[in-house]
């Protein structure tokens, strides 16, 4: 008789098969539930991960709603000071020369054009940020070059207002999906920021194929922009020179509003400068 048949003859081989069985199932369930476990466990993780993730994003944004809110109080509330202070002489002035009520309805119409021009920003801003991905891909096709043809046109009266020379220096003709309109609006904050801050003597305006792409540059040869700005340049609110921004009637929310047009259109806005050797803005689409 060989060994597995007086095995299996043995008393004890039933014992034996079913503490094997036994034990394979033991260890097939102890598998099943360490994987089990294992893959709760990585869920866990990835829930944790997720909740501390979103509750990050929270507080992102409720800084940026806080942020917005307080630079938005603010905003407003320098025109108004003015406002009211200038109504306040009005009512009181019965003594106020022809010239002071002047300087004071100068003031009121300044002011109420400054809070207009910020609305009309937030308004584009909110705009812009809640176009659905089915508006974007509604986007026709459209000649870029007529595009820079009708800015630079619009421009050209304003820029010989201001003695500075307006040149359109490239324009190829590029055709890309976008909404002509606001690429429009956004090289119109490009070349009016040009006009008001740079102290340019010249800007010009320019368009090429590159990599696929279009690029829209503005380019001037004004003071140019520390180094140190150039990262926040395009954050809501954000100006270099504050004084001066009000003084113009800036909103501080028109770079904001070209970062938003370049990224509704899948593309990117970015800045070149140096102190004393102008800026150069390029949109990307």
Same mark, same amino acid.
């Given at each position: 008789m060989t060994l597995t048949a007086s095995f299996f003859n043995s008393p004890s081989a039933p014992g034996f098969i079913l503490a094997a069985a036994i034990g394979a199932v033991t260890a097939a369930v102890i598998y099943h539930f360490f994987r089990r476990t294992k893959a709760r466990f990585a869920q866990l993780v990835s829930e944790r991960d997720t909740k501390e993730k979103l509750i990050e994003e929270m507080r992102k944004l409720e800084k940026f709603r806080r942020d917005f809110i307080s630079n938005l109080t603010h905003e407003i509330r320098t025109p108004l000071t003015g406002i009211l202070g200038a109504v306040d002489l009005l009512e009181d002035g019965e003594n106020l020369s022809d010239s002071d009520r002047k300087a004071m309805l100068a003031i009121l119409k300044n002011e109420s054009v400054r809070l207009d021009k910020l609305a009309q920003d937030i308004l584009a801003l909110a705009r812009i940020e809640h176009t659905s991905d089915e508006a974007k891909r509604a986007f026709a096709v459209c000649n870029l070059a007529d595009v820079l043809k009708n800015v630079f046109t619009l421009m050209k009266p304003k820029a010989a207002t201001a003695g500075v020379g307006l040149v359109l220096l490239k324009n190829e003709n590029?055709? @890309?999906?976008?909404?002509a309109a606001l690429i429009e609006e956004a090289l119109l904050n490009l070349m009016e920021n040009a006009l008001k801050y740079s102290g340019s *003597?010249? &800007?010009? %305006?320019?368009?090429? @194929?590159?990599?696929? *792409? @279009?690029? &829209?540059?503005? @380019?001037?040869?004004?003071?140019? &922009?520390?180094?140190?700005?150039?990262?926040? %340049?395009?954050? *809501?609110?954000?100006?270099?020179?504050?004084?001066?921004?009000?003084?113009?009637?800036?909103?501080?929310l028109g770079l904001a509003i070209v970062k938003h047009i370049a990224q509704l259109?899948?593309?990117?806005?970015?800045?070149?400068?140096?102190?004393?050797e102008g800026c150069v803005f390029s949109i990307i689409i």
């Open positions: 590029v055709k @890309a999906a976008c909404d *003597r010249t &800007i010009e %305006l320019s368009l090429e @194929a590159t990599g696929g *792409r @279009a690029k &829209i540059t503005v @380019a001037d040869n004004g003071v140019g &922009i520390e180094k140190k700005h150039l990262p926040r %340049l395009f954050e *809501r609110f954000y100006r270099v020179d504050k004084a001066r921004s009000r003084e113009k009637g800036g909103t501080g259109h899948g593309g990117e806005v970015s800045v070149a400068s140096s102190p004393g």
